[in-house]
């Protein structure tokens, strides 16, 4: 049932929405916080020497490390709470590379063995992802066998990303760590972050051991409200276990078979004794009758109880089924009195635990000497299906649990369900388990069904250097490697196969011997560089293979969050290092060469270049034999944007612009400059250019695009959207929703692209719950969503914390999407939440692109399909709203259109959140208050009247309106008849009503067939097609149509809408064009374009005027020969309809509309439109030979 929202909020939340400050999870002493895993270990070391100055000992945290994903943003979260950090004697420092961090958190454990220490111990705290563990290996096994310090202890985080997602891997540490000997804690939720890295601590300080703690992303990225106390953990020393004398902790002298021996004789034992007195693991559900055991840990623990609670197995039942649950905090080594007491009198345990078995393993070996009679038996990643025996008897087909990727409720829920089928149930429990068997089956089937998707791949940021760095020349291939430039694997960039961090080009080394090419290129971070990477150039130079490496110095980690590199790099140490090393020829490219002045010290023989000549330069270093270097110093697009907005970085008052009159959609600036701002843009022509002037970052590699299109507008300075000024004061009050009530929990799904707020929203949602004292859960699914791909937000709401089991939104279990992107609402990850009859929608409809468009000019945005497969899901409680559009006629800006979104579904009745929680949340988020809580309003008001919204903003006229003309079908005359009325006004001003006239008299003798054929008022594509084609053909745009088109009064209008000022008195243009005459041709003889200054503008007057001479023996500019060409094509196309019209058959009606289409495939200018027309005629003469020979088409088939 619904609860209506009239009942005031109670005095405990009305003091949160009060008291509650952002900066609770670092400074609030007691009491419940909402934050993230990343910030919950921020906070950890706090506790820990809170906790020790309690107990009156002096002692310091030392933190170290590398970043990676999913602990990407550790290292920014421990810079920004420095102060709180400081105040409690930890020191951060990053680590060069991750084993030379381990290294010295490894010094941090000696510190007590002199006598000037300064603390009574530092407790030490080491960071990484996977690779960084594998990598670590050697430091890990020295300094746990040295061992801790006794009032110190290391702390061990690994990042490990299951499911690849921000990894060239799908990553597990737990097998590593269990080689270097370190005990694993695995927590399930944030909650567990403090409480078990506490314990990890105490344990490392009483075994000698260093404990690590594998941090996986559904962890590390929710965020939650927990409750904070640095004594909520009781710490129980062993009173079953006898230390050694001298005890377990580091010391000098220490020869390696004493450590060896006190590891294997009594380290490890002292810490499973320390698990089991803690209780680290333990039973969460029993039955005195138990019968069925489930052992399971971390994620996994949290993904069991989901599954038996989509089963309908809540505690009591499970009680009474007898079924017990086993939750363990210590995967390894797995501490074995608990675990044998946990499988007495139980006939079978299953084993749930993520990637490969480590439990399951350790289970079986305590189970093994039991006898017969009393031994369960023991299932996890397979069963007894096929007979197949033991895990490596035969290649397995039958995973009950599988090893690869990752595990989720309904996998566990399947794997449950066909174990409890061999044992005696009521029905009503089989009817459960049924019910939900059905749920999962049937949206595996509505899964499985193809469809037309499309796909928000991650792709370089608007002006990324690796735009243009990665390139290669034609006949070259390039190795990948880690960090940004990996992306290249999935564009076009003859870029393939990768290697571990740091080892990027040594496989060439390999190959080099034995294969037809002699010589490639590898790109290289300098981040990676300062990692580990100048060793791979070291290996390089010392092989003598013919390599070579492009050094891409963008001054940032940009991969992870934009960090600085860690330690003093530039670009003339980069250059002295690799001159040192031995490297043939170095040289620089840049997009600044005029900074490398005489006054820079650079090796002798070492050039520098624009980045224009990078093609050039990378052909002459490929024949150079042995290592060469190529160091490409841009800096990061994103980096700029921030230093920029900090006022650190030079922001050139310059835009550019493109007039979609001239433009031809032919993609040639996207595949110059290959980035995501310059965007489509739909006119009564077709689907044109235009530049994002709020995402650009102003590279301007978009204007080495073969086309008269650009302009740039020196001085200009954006025009902000003016919004549409009206007040709210005057709108009528809103009515109070009735508030969803929430059952065992309530799940919201927002979805979008990353960098546009989707985590804000989950994190407001987060915050108003917790304001609310409710159980909640965020987990942010970003991947490399800053990177323009898909972003999640899973935000599940409860009445209490317990009720919530795992952070990501269960199959079927979404009751709200927020959908601020159709693309990724529409994707198989949110589908799959979804239920019809339960879960509801609101979706903006806005047509942002993805990277498809940059290599597809004809891409279109798939807004039909989404929205259907969407209500396919859902069903008819889903609502679609341009909210982007919205915000902008509203607010002046697209930023707050996920804030109206949220504010519509909750005026819908579609969050169990109050008005006054989610208020307050955007207050605390502090950016933009009044404008967000604005938006917020307008979206309540669109939920409630949004006919009288959009009449208030005057039906928001889009970018889309005007293209009915292109876009719709010609279902009725009058529609083709405007068509055809606009291109021949087009012709006309184009040339005069003569030309015009050709136009039109051939354009009816084609309608005249094709109406013949099928029948009065029936729809004409063959003529639709004609018309649009031959129009284009004829409107050929040479010098004195581009003139023209620049003198049109349009192009000044759209100038001024888009900046501030008048053109020519308050900013410049600058024109970019290549005349044939006198412009200069690059090494493939192409033309090659420059600036032209405002004067041009009187040129093309005068051009303008002279449109006359075109075709005519004074015409110049018509003797060359793509002017030739152009003529001639219209002359074949006009032959061509005349061969149509005359031969039209119903058999061949679809191919003629198809063939009359080909010229739309002619775009572009010079030698785009050359290549484009190369590729068209060859796709004329196939589809005219299937047009006068229909069996020619079958036979093709």
Known sequence: MNAPLTAPVSDAIRRALENVSLEDKYTLERGRIYISGTQALVRLPMLQQERDRAAGLNTAGFISGYRGSPLGALDQSLWKAKKHLAAHNVVFQAGLNEDLAATSVWGSQQVNMYPDARFDGVFGMWYGKGPGVDRTGDVFKHANSAGSSRHGGVLVLAGDDHSAKSSTLAHQSEHIFKACGLPVLYPSNVQEYLDYGLHAWAMSRYSGLWVAMKCVTDVVESSASVELDPHRVQIALPDDFILPQGGLNIRWPDPPLDQEARLLD????????????????????????????????????????????????????????????????????????????????????????????????????????????????????????????????????????????????????????????????????????????????????????????????????????????????????????????????????????????????????????????????????????????????????????????????????????????????????????????????????????????????????????????????????REVPGCTILIYDQTCATEKRRRRKRGTFPDPARRAFINDAVCEGCGDCSVKSNCLSVEPLETELGTKRQINQSSCNKDFSCLNGFCPSFVTAEGAQVRKPEASGISMSGLPDLPLPQLPAVRRSYGILVTGVGGTGVVTIGGLLGMAAHLESKGVTVLDMAGLAQKGGAVLSHVQIADKPEDLHATRIAMGEADLVIGCDAIVSATDDVISKTQNGRTRAIVNTAQTPTAAFIKDPKWQFPGLSAEQDIRNAVGEQCDFINASALAVALLGDTLYTNPLVLGYAWQKGWIPLSLEALERAIELNGVAVDKNKAAFDWGRHMAHDPDHVLGLTGKLKTQTEGADVVKLPTSSGALLEKLIASRVDLLTKYQDAAYAGQFRDAIQRVRTAESALVGTGKPLPLTEAAARNLSKLMAYKDEYEVARLYTDPIFLDKLRAQFQGEPGRDYQLNFWLAPPVTAKRDDKGHLVKRRFGPSTMTLFRILAKLKGLRGGPLDVFGRTGERRTERALIGEYRTLLDELANGLTAANHATAVELAGVPDDIRGFGHVKENNLVAARAKWARLLAVFRDPKVGERAA
């Not at 149930?425 to 049937?442: K, T, Y």
């Not at 430039?485 to 571990?500: A, I, K, L």
């Not at 190959?511 to 390089?540: C, E, M, W």
């Not at 891409?552 to 040192?580: E, F, K, R």
Request: glycine share 8%.
């Open 266 to 621: 009594f380290k490890w034992y002292a810490g499973l004794a320390y698990v089991r007195a803690n209780k680290i693991d333990r039973v969460e559900i029993d039955s005195p009758h138990a019968r069925f055991g489930i052992m399971t840990a971390g994620k996994a623990y949290l993904d069991t109880r989901q599954a038996l609670s989509d089963l309908g197995l809540d505690d009591e039942t499970c009680s009474r089924l007898g079924i017990r649950l086993y939750k363990v905090g210590c995967v390894w080594p797995l501490e074995a009195h608990g675990a044998r007491a946990f499988a007495e009198g139980l006939q079978e345990i299953l084993v749930v635990e993520e990637k490969r078995q480590i439990m399951e393993y350790a289970l079986k070996e305590e189970l093994y000497n039991w006898r017969d009679d009393v031994r369960p038996k023991v299932y996890g990643k397979f069963d007894e299906r096929d007979n197949a025996g033991g895990e490596w008897s035969i290649p397995q087909n039958n995973w009950l649990l599988p090893a690869h990727y990752e595990l989720s409720p309904a996998i566990i829920a399947k794997a449950i369900a066909t174990r409890l089928d061999k044992f005696d149930l009521p029905g009503d429990v089989r009817a459960r388990i049924a019910a939900r068997l059905a749920v999962i089956e049937a949206k595996e089937r509505a899964l499985a069904t193809p469809r037309v998707t499309a796909e928000r791949k991650p792709w370089f940021c608007s002006g990324c250097p690796h735009n243009t760095s990665t390139n290669v020349p034609e006949g070259s291939r390039a190795l990948a490697g880690i960090g940004c430039h990996y992306m290249t694997v999935w564009m076009d960039r003859s870029t393939s196969t990768f290697s571990q961090m740091g080892g990027e080009g040594v496989a060439w080394i390999g190959q080099a011997p034995f294969a037809g090419d002699k010589h490639v290129f590898a790109n290289l971070g300098d981040g990676t560089y300062f990692h580990s990477g100048l060793l791979a150039i070291r290996a390089s130079i010392s092989a003598g293979v013919n390599i070579t490496y492009k050094i891409l110095y963008n001054d940032a980690v940009a991969m992870t969050g934009g960090q600085p590199v860690d330690g003093q790099l530039s670009v003339q140490d980069i250059a002295y290092q690799v001159a040192a090393e031995g490297a043939k020829k170095i040289v620089i490219v840049t997009d600044q060469p005029e900074k490398y002045n005489s006054a820079i010290k650079l090796p002798e023989g070492l050039t520098v270049h624009h980045r224009d000549q990078l093609d050039t330069i990378q052909r002459e270093l």
